[in-house]
């Protein structure tokens, strides 16, 4: 099965429809979202549009900079057409895949969208011994695929305890703003998919990655749109 993934849009809406199209194309099933929608609630419903356009599900964790409507509903989680925002440690079946949630970024905990450490470390207790396919997230775990300013590593150190004690196929996370990368610890492959809307020498790049998850192998293929085109940047596969 093959699967869109994306991030990070910020209310950066050009792109979409083309990197729909192209992931269409390319025989996507879904469409999974590692939050930050941005501040406007029609990003929201724009990305809705879409995939109801091309009959598709999508399921997103929330980010920190979302509309309203995510905001209030942050704590129940929200559907509205064909997208579906987790809640906290939510996880969902979804063709054939254990999905598990964790929203927003690491705080102190004045903000919506922080949580602490003893929240990770709690779903981890919760989850332990359940099988957990697929993180989706929008911080990265310290030190896999998390660089950011050069060489610095912007990763959570709890994050990557949930990947050594659950042992997903995959997790995938955004929210550093940074070039994608990839990583692998043990049977785990960590992809940051890069965000749609980007800044400073990356602004009018948006990244994103298709992912071909068959029975024994995990393939991640990582794309930017720059100028009106799409080009791979790498293949990751894991098997």
Not at 2 to 31: C, E, M, T, W
Not at 83 to 112: A, D, P, Q, V, Y
Request: hydrophobic content about 40%.
């Amino acid at each position: 099965m093959k699967i869109l993934v994306l991030g990070d849009i910020h209310d950066y809406l050009r792109p979409l429809s083309i990197i729909f199209k192209y992931a269409y194309n390319s025989d996507a099933q879904f469409v999974l979202i590692t939050g930050d929608f941005g501040v406007k609630e029609h990003s929201l419903r724009f990305v809705s549009n879409l995939l109801s356009e091309y009959n598709w599900i999508g399921v997103s964790v929330y980010g920190n900079h979302e509309p309203k409507l995510i905001v209030s509903n942050a704590q129940r989680g929200l559907s509205l057409g064909s997208l579906r925002i987790l809640t906290m440690g939510e996880i969902i079946e979804h063709f054939g895949l254990s999905i598990l949630g964790i929203c927003g970024n690491r705080g102190s905990g004045r903000k919506w969208s922080h949580w602490r450490d003893s929240m990770i470390i709690g779903i981890i207790n919760r989850v332990s011994g359940r099988r957990i396919d697929l993180v989706l997230s929008h911080e990265m775990p310290l030190g896999l695929a998390d660089k950011c300013r050069g060489t610095k590593s912007c990763g959570q150190k709890v994050l990557r305890l949930l990947v050594e004690k659950l042992k997903p196929r995959l997790y995938i996370g955004g929210h550093l703003h940074t070039y994608p990368q990839y990583a692998e610890l043990r049977n785990t492959l960590i992809v940051k998919v890069g965000g749609i809307s980007n800044k400073g020498f990356l602004e009018g790049h948006s990244f994103f990655a298709l992912i071909d998850i068959k029975e024994d192998r995990v393939c991640v293929s990582s794309y930017e749109y720059y100028g009106g085109r799409i080009r791979r940047l790498w293949i990751a596969a894991f098997c």
